[in-house]
């Protein structure tokens, strides 16, 4: 698994927001993060839901999506972010 | 913890901590006795009634109606939300928020079926643009 994780919704407004930019980190900074839709895979949601304690704090008490997860540092982001927060984190 | 009331005039059924002091279909005051779920049950079941796509439009219209918030102008973004809370329904069994994931505790994820209580959420709340976390309904300009 890769250590950058993103759980996201197939029908999440923020989710389909955020695409471009992430499409747009990987090709500028050859990073990779990985794409987990939660809500039409139950394995990808048992993830997330497995990382609750961790994510919850850090947005708002909720499994939101889009959530950004680096499962190293256990670095969080949640919503819809600029891009320039997204790199930062990713390239952190 | 809620309960079942019947009003012993009209046979409303009301699901609450207590009973409605008037009975919003006949009008009549304090008629509401508690009744057993398996009763509950039984009189809720004899009418079948579904709420599609159209129908949860036209609710979520009416439900803003003299409200100080109104349904997203933007139809795409409402149409795709359409589209995640139906399939939630579909494979989840509930119409949940389709930009929060549930938890499988049931009493907790009913605080996600939409529409949810996003008047005290931190995106809505005191905020002059406000709108509930997927952008389903925004306050009223
Ligand atoms: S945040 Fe909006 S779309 Fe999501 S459940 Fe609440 S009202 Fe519905
Ligand atoms: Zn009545």
């Known amino acids: ?92 | 913890m809620k309960k079942f009331w019947r009003c012993h005039v009209c046979n409303d059924v009301h699901y609450g901590v207590n009973p409605p002091e008037v009975c919003p279909t006949c009008l009549v005051k304090k008629a509401y006795m508690e009744i057993s779920s398996e009763e509950a049950k039984k009189i809720s079941g004899r009418s079948e009634s579904t709420v599609d796509k159209v129908d949860f439009r036209k609710a979520i219209e009416k439900f803003s109606e003299g409200n100080q918030f109104q349904v997203n102008p933007d139809k795409k973004r409402v149409e795709t939300l359409l589209e995640g809370i139906f399939n939630c329904e579909k494979n989840h069994g509930m119409k949940y928020c389709p930009c929060r994931l549930i938890t499988k505790n049931f009493e907790d994820d009913l605080k996600l079926v939409c529409p949810c209580n996003f008047r005290i959420h931190e995106t809505y709340k005191n905020k002059e643009d406000g709108e509930c976390w997927c952008g389903l309904f925004i306050r009223r300009q």
């Open chain 1, 1 to 92: 698994m890769n250590k950058l994780l993103m759980f996201h919704g197939r029908e999440c407004p923020h989710c389909i927001a955020m695409m471009p930019h992430v499409d747009r980190l990987e090709k500028e900074t050859g990073v990779e993060i990985e794409r987990l839709e939660v809500w039409h895979n139950e394995k990808n949601a048992d993830l997330m839901r497995a990382y609750r304690e961790i994510i919850e704090p850090k947005c708002g008490g909720q499994l939101r999506t889009p959530t950004f997860m680096n499962t190293e540092t256990n670095d969080i982001l949640c919503g819809e972010i600029k891009y320039e927060e997204l790199e930062d984190w990713a390239t952190k």
